[in-house]
């Protein structure tokens, strides 16, 4: 692949998808959609295949460069964290043009290019080299959606779409200036050339609190997260699950790409304001989710739970929490995903979302029980699921900064729970109550082949995590090297063990384990069975 | 053959529970019974080799999981000596529940999912034992927690089972919060999270300290209480126990597989596997104790009062899982995984046996509508016979039936360590209570006259009366068939004023009586046939668990008095149940009378269920709806995006002119102009 652009041809294939898509009938434009999602799946395939994990690969590739003007450049490439959100982007693609498939009615053709729109968008912003080039990606990728939730939106559309405008400006127009400041101080606008640029430590504070209110909204974090459930109540289905899936990892991978490696120092000495701010939002949202009545307000809200454990494991400083947080991002896309596709399949049966007009639907839609019961697990982080590696991970890398922040935020696993099995009691189980549920239709076609890809590839990232571990293992030991200056340090880091402890306890073992070898068994066959074992 | 053991239930249970209504009952019920009695049958040589001294420890790796830096988890089989003795007792009580559940679920309309799930069960709870990390182990300790929840749910029509579902769940949460943290932080201390090497390096840290929560505090003592959290979650100590009797609403061999024989006894399990961990922190194994003695004895409290014959072997199981927590308490793991082995055998028959008797009265589960059965049913009153001569602990002179060997021997173990004898008076105490709950079981149940007139359940069914919803519908065609043969012994009309109504009850099938006769070979022979091997053999654990030679020793040179305790108590118990159930049986509505304060309090369980509820649950919703309204849209909202009039005026302004959409090109022009102005700017300098 060595000189492909194959990046770029990426962001062409919808783009020019996109334009045909206005030219054309409601029919040919679901079918162009289709293929062109496809083939942007097939060759982020061939990217990943491509991809080389090895330790002495390069950190960047498939890099493309041409100088457009001046310093500013078309400058693309890809590390290990942009493949998989890019990987991540394009597999929801092709479930979001088959979940609009029959659900949208008017100005289709519209709809598919900016869904099209809005894959281009996303791929640029994470394939981005120079600084401008992710800026124009990233503010852009507001446009398209703020399209969607106002045109195919729900009846409070106009509402959310200015809410969820309002608060994006604000925090770009912030990162905006940061952004002027470092291309001018640095002399560069190339991000792997800025990424180690040493910005003096009381600048730093400055441009990081700038990119801050910017990602803290994307991601979003407590208490700018109050645009998120009406976008999500108000947006169409697909709507939903690009926003979920794919528009809130822009604040993670910001984070990630600027905040942290940019500004080391900085990072490090405003971890507490990240750690304050997520341990609120995980008992604070997680306590509203439980008292929601709407299925997709309450989705929304464990959203914001789910990304709070992805800034804590960010800021964490340790390869156990960068990595989890990855892996929460790549699985709540998918989970969150597939639980708006879920609230989807029953909304476009009964046009409504209060949980309390469903109920029962175990005895007339099984199939639809059991891989609704699949997400809801993985939503609630079980083992074996894509929700509990990332999750766990996350909080392991947490307990070793705060025992605090840790304790507080794995409430999450009890409270998720608690407000997951609530509403799946309440919209799966139980009698059927209304004439209108029990004619419901279980699962078409087309609805198991848009959920069960999922369900998959959440099941695989639950039991092999390793595929998706692996490309990423060499960036964060990079990223991990370049911020360890800023780490805050532990507060439970333990001591050895005490001598005469030591001696007391082995005198002990000596005394009651009585006389021969049978007794000496308790301490050297472990060991024996381990070494037998490796 | 430890692979096939572990992933065949798997596999039966992907093919029982996708095929569902597509492959029929009798297909599902197949492959699920069979994978599990192949399972069984390779388990038993795997444990006699173990026992026999032929075998030694191995590990197989099966396939990466997580790898994080030092936190590198695989999937792969331990089997050792602790792992073989859990390997038996799962699948064979498996393997029976599955084989008693053809007949028992015979009339339930949602078979293949019921034999899925079990199968889904008995596959978590093998890789929690056959683990060889700590992530490996909580997989399959999350995944049993799936299994119970969906089992105790499985029927999902019942608001009550829907509750003791979900309850199962979160509280077991709550103790999987500590379990987790407690990962956390043993991969802290030691930078590894595989069992052996933990074990191995945890005298390392003998005296060391750690910060948590602020405080500095003993590394070993820290990270056990953390683990022990779990234990207690998953094993129903006294805190966390307030599920596992709401479990009961699951079918009943679901109660004698997950809720008496294995599933409740991970915790155990889990701090035997840890016990060279556990062993650095005396604090750590005193509260150990202290948490075994107490559940011990409050659950055998309640169940002195309980009248439904489910919910008395619950609480009976609560209490037992206390004596083999304090056993491994003091020391002891040798102990307290032997009574672990013969209770699943003698638990898991008490619970088929009340199976078979709530079988039998048509889903009467209420003691007060059951009486002189013994005719009626004498197989399964032969059988419940052996397994509550098994729990009371009859035995004498070193022959007796299982209970007599693992609890005798837990008793006297808690004596000689020294640390423990207060736990002795405690477990003394409630091995009386033990007894006599057992015994007012049998004889409300079996002696006496009938007392079911008064059963709407049997009323419904002595009247052929299917007016009822699903769940209790599970064999509605057997109890018309035993209408009508009630019908015809009696002529209609004839006024029954024997307390039967008409109805008599009929004895299970063989399908449900086999395992019944098998687990009473266990409840009669586990005890005298392995407790020279789990009690007296170090070299029997090949170092699986921390094996206390001295204490092993000393159990056998305590006062005669505290030998015989566990018999005297017995006795007693049982002469108490004779006098109050048999002699004077107005004996327990007069002792009600005269403690009305204390009955009330036993009744409502120790009111902790109320508890929970004013300081978790209501306050939970509370502050839900308080962040809500108050927070998000009170003031975040309020001050935020509604903010000032202005923006009001600006936002509506905005809003109305969004609807030609316009207002979006706009936007995207301006950003577009702004950001290549400014480039400009830059790139001309």
């Known amino acids: ?534 | 053959m430890i692979q096939a053991i572990v992933f065949l239930p798997l596999i039966a249970a992907i093919v029982a529970g996708l095929g569902n209504r597509a492959i029929g009952n009798v297909a599902a019920k197949s492959v699920t019974t069979g994978a599990l009695l192949i399972a069984c049958l390779l388990s038993w040589p795997i444990f006699l080799g173990f026992l026999s001294g032929n075998r030694a420890a191995e590990v197989v790796h099966v396939l990466d999981f997580i790898k994080s830096g030092g936190m590198d988890a695989a999937w792969a089989l331990r089997v050792d000596t602790l792992t073989a003795i859990m390997l038996v007792v799962i699948t064979t009580v498996s393997a029976l529940v599955h084989l008693y559940s053809w007949g028992y679920m015979a009339e339930d309309p949602d078979q293949p999912r019921f034999f899925a799930y079990l199968s889904l069960f008995t596959f978590a709870m093998l890789m929690l034992v056959t683990a060889d990390n700590l992530i490996q182990m909580f997989f399959g300790w999350e995944g049993v927690g799936l299994a119970s929840y969906l089992l105790i749910g499985f029927w999902y029509k019942k608001p009550s089972a829907q509750a003791a579902a979900i309850k199962a769940f979160v509280v077991n949460r709550v103790g999987d919060l500590g379990f987790m943290l407690g990962i956390f932080g043993t991969y802290l201390v030691f930078n590894t999270i595989s069992i052996p090497a933990i074990l191995e390096a945890a005298p390392t840290m003998a005296g060391s300290t750690i910060g948590f929560l602020g405080y500095r505090l003993d590394t070993m003592t820290v990270l056990c209480l953390l683990l022990f959290v779990g234990a207690m979650g998953k094993s129903a100590q006294l805190g966390l126990h307030t599920w596992l009797p709401d479990a009961m609403e699951g079918p009943t061999p679901v109660s004698a597989l997950i809720h008496a024989a294995t599933m409740v006894t991970a915790g155990v399990f889990m701090v035997c596997r840890l016990s060279p961990m556990f062993e650095v922190s005396p604090t750590a194994l005193t509260v150990v104790t202290g948490v075994g003695a107490a559940t011990c004895i409050f659950a055998a409290t309640i169940g002195t009062v309980q009248t439904d014959i489910k919910r008395v072997i619950a609480y009976s199981t609560c209490s037992q899982l206390g004596y083999m927590f304090f056993a491994a308490g003091v020391g002891a793991y040798g102990a307290a995984m032997f009574h672990l082995f013969t209770h699943a055998f003698f638990k898991a028959l008490l619970f088929l046996g009340a199976g078979s008797v709530i079988h039998a009265m048509h889903h009467e589960q209420d003691m007060r509508f059951y009486g002189g059965l013994r005719r009626h049913i004498p197989i399964t009153f032969w059988t419940m016979m052996a397994g509550t001569l098994a729990i009371t602990g009859v035995g004498f002179a070193g022959v007796g039936f299982a209970g007599y060997h693992s609890k005798d021997a837990i008793l006297e173990v808690a004596w000689a360590s020294g640390s423990g004898q207060g736990a002795f008076w405690v477990g003394t105490f409630a091995a009386l209570l033990t007894s006599f709950y057992s015994w007012r079981l049998m004889f409300l149940t079996f002696w006496g006259k009938p007392r079911w007139a008064g059963s709407e359940h049997i009323q419904h069914a002595a009247h052929g009366d299917h007016h009822h919803d699903a769940p209790a519908d599970e064999d509605a065609g057997h109890a018309s068939a035993h209408a009508h043969a009630a019908h015809g012994h009696d002529d209609h009309g004839h006024a029954h004023d024997d307390g039967t109504a008409g109805y008599h009850p009929h004895e299970s099938p063989l399908v449900m009586l086999a395992p019944l006769l098998v687990l009473t070979l266990g409840a009669v022979g586990a005890g005298f046939a392995f407790h020279h091997a789990f009690l007296e053999e170090a070299g029997f654990w090949k170092g699986a668990i921390f094996y206390n030679q001295h204490l092993m020793h000393a159990m056998h040179e305590v006062p005669a008095l505290v030998k015989y305790a566990a018999t005297i108590v017995m006795a007693l118990g049982l002469l108490t149940a004779i006098y109050a159930y048999l002699l004077r049986p107005t004996f327990p509505a007069k002792f009600v009378e005269q403690f009305r304060v204390l009955h009330r309090f036993l009744m409502h369980k120790w009111y902790f269920d109320e508890l929970y509820d004013l300081l978790f649950v209501k306050p939970a919703f509370a502050f839900g709806r308080l962040f809500w309204k108050a927070g998000d849209e009170g003031t975040i909202d309020r001050f935020g995006p509604n903010g000032s009039a202005a923006l009001v005026a600006m936002g509506s302004r905005v809003a109305g002119r969004v609807q030609s959409g316009y207002v979006y090109s706009y936007a995207f022009v301006m950003l577009i102009g702004l950001t290549a102005a400014v480039t400009w700017a830059i790139a001309g300098r």
């Open chain 1, 1 to 534: 692949m060595d000189g492909f652009p194959i990046l770029s041809l990426m962001l062409a294939v919808p783009a020019i998808a996109a334009v045909a898509c206005l030219f054309v009938d409601a029919r040919t434009a679901r079918w162009i959609a289709l293929a062109a999602t496809l083939v942007d799946f097939v060759l982020g395939c061939l990217l990943w295949a491509n991809f080389d994990q090895s330790p002495s690969a390069p950190q960047w590739q498939f890099t493309e460069y041409a100088p457009v003007f001046g310093r500013f450049a078309w400058a693309l490439g890809i590390d290990g964290f942009a493949l998989m959100l890019i990987m991540l982007s394009v597999f929801l693609m092709p479930i979001c043009i088959g979940a609009s498939w029959d659900a949208i009615e008017k100005r289709v053709p519209e709809y598919m290019a900016l869904f099209l729109l809005v894959e281009v968008l996303m791929i640029g912003t994470f394939a981005a080299q120079d600084l401008f080039l992710f800026y124009m990606f990233f503010e852009a990728g507001l446009i398209p959606m703020y399209l969607i939730i106002g045109i195919w939106g729900g009846a409070n559309r106009i509402y959310a779409s200015y809410k969820f405008f309002l608060y994006t400006l604000l925090g770009s127009v912030l990162m905006f200036i940061a952004m002027l400041y470092m291309s001018v101080t640095a002399g560069t606008t190339y991000i792997p050339d800025l990424m180690a640029y040493d910005f003096p430590a009381h600048v730093q504070t400055w441009l990081w609190l700038g990119f801050f209110a910017s990602f803290a909204v994307k991601m979003p974090m407590w208490p700018v997260h109050t645009w998120l459930p009406d976008a999500h109540v108000q947006a169409p289905t697909a709507g939903s699950v690009i926003l979920a899936g794919v528009l809130l990892k822009l604040g993670g991978y910001g984070f990630l790409r600027f905040s942290l490696p940019m500004f080391p120092e900085a990072s490090g000495q405003l971890t507490w304001l990240i750690f304050a701010l997520s341990a609120v939002a995980v008992v604070y949202t997680s306590l509203i989710a439980l008292v929601q009545s709407d299925m997709k307000k309450l989705i929304a809200y464990s959203s914001v739970a789910h990304m709070a454990i992805v800034t804590i494991g960010l800021f964490a400083f340790n390869q156990q929490g960068i990595e989890g947080a990855m892996i929460v991002m790549l699985s709540h896309g998918l989970v969150s995903g597939a639980l708006f596709l879920c609230v989807g399949v029953i909304y476009d049966r009964l046009h409504t979302r209060e949980i309390a007009r469903y109920g029962g639907l175990a005895n007339n839609m099984p199939r639809y029980a059991i891989l609704f019961l699949l997400f809801t697990m993985a939503s609630i982080g079980l083992p074996g699921t894509s929700g509990f590696v990332g999750e766990f991970l996350s909080l392991a890398g947490t307990y070793q900064v705060s025992t605090w922040i840790a304790l507080v935020c794995t409430t999450g696993i009890i409270l998720g729970a608690a407000y997951m099995l609530y509403l799946y009691r309440r919209v799966v189980w139980g009698e059927i109550k209304w004439d209108d549920v029990r004619v419901m239709p279980d699962l078409s076609v087309r609805e198991i082949a848009l959920l069960a890809p999922i369900a998959a590839v959440v099941l695989w990232m639950g039991v092999y995590p390793e595929s998706f571990l692996a490309p990423m293992r060499a960036d964060v030991a990079t990223l991990l090297e370049r911020v360890n200056r800023g780490n805050p340090g532990s507060d439970s880091k333990p001591t050895a063990g005490k001598p005469a402890a030591i001696a007391a306890y082995e005198a002990r073992v000596e005394e009651v384990s009585g006389h021969g070898e049978a007794g000496e068994g308790g301490e050297a066959a472990p060991a024996a069975a381990h070494g037998g074992g490796h």
